[in-house]
T-cell receptor, first 110, second 114 residues
Framework: GESVGLHLPTLSVQEGDNSIINCAYSNSASDYFIWYKQESGKGPQFIID?????DKRQGQRVTVLLNKTVKHLSLQIAATQPGDSAVYFCAEITSYIPTFGRGTSLIVHP | GAGVSQSPSNKVTEKGKDVELRCDPISGHTALYWYRQRLGQGLEFLIYFQGNSAPDKSGLPSDRFSAERTGESVSTLTIQRTQQEDSAVYLCASSPRTGNNEQFFGPGTRLTVL
């Protein structure tokens, strides 16, 4: 039968705090890693990507860190705002094909 | 400007019926992707097109699933003899070219198979 409810990992933060969302990936041969944001009822929205030969990349209020040793990716959001509330997905890209993680729900309390 | 559009937004069908889902990518985008998203899950890659050719169909779950693309425009995803486990949101995305990581997603089609 169909699953009931969402059992995503959830991160709750206060407005203004920094948020860190983590992701483990599986393929050491992946070329790129991407973070997407998905608001309720909408398609995912690209946030930032990082090439596999980089360790860190910064965007506007966001930083992605890549640790290839332990196959770990993180997204840091500075000064989190209520509008940042969404589900965040990481994806690894191998030969143009993305494999998505399950997602983390970020809840920002005003 | 116009983004990626998908139709219908919602589709309810009976088990065993065929359904056709449509995606209109951003004009000029040569790469087009289809994904399936089950409730509370991440996106599952189905197929991508570079122009009207599909270099990788490995994500299609079964031979009941097929997709076509006309030139560098509209794409249709067809599911034959639908099953209850096909119930999901089907998302389409386009990007300027294959290898461009920034994909632009449509709002999705929510398919419910009774």
């Amino acid at each position: 039968g169909e699953s009931v409810g969402l059992h995503l990992p959830t991160l709750s933060v206060q407005e203004g705090d920094n948020s860190i969302i983590n992701c483990a990936y599986s393929n050491s041969a992946s070329d790129y890693f991407i973070w997407y944001k998905q608001e309720s009822g909408k398609g995912p929205q690209f946030i930032i990507d990082i090439r596999s030969n980089m360790d860190k990349r910064q965007g506007q209020r966001v930083t992605v860190l890549l640790n290839k040793t332990v196959k770990h990716l993180s997204l840091q959001i500075a000064a989190t705002q209520p509008g940042d509330s969404a589900v965040y997905f990481c994806a690894e890209i191998t030969s143009y094909i993305p494999t998505f993680g399950r997602g983390t729900s970020l809840i920002v309390h005003p | 400007g116009a983004g990626v559009s998908q139709s219908p937004s919602n589709k309810v069908t009976e088990k065993g019926k065929d359904v056709e889902l449509r995606c209109d990518p951003i004009s000029g985008h040569t790469a087009l992707y289809w994904y399936r998203q089950r409730l509370g899950q991440g996106l599952e890659f189905l197929i991508y097109f570079q122009g009207n050719s599909a270099p990788d169909k490995s994500g299609l779950p079964s031979d009941r699933f097929s997709a076509e693309r006309t030139g560098e425009s509209v794409s249709t995803l067809t599911i034959q003899r639908t099953q209850q486990e096909d119930s999901a949101v089907y998302l389409c995305a386009s990007s300027p070219r294959t290898g461009n990581n920034e994909q632009f997603f449509g709002p999705g089609t929510r398919l419910t198979v009774l």
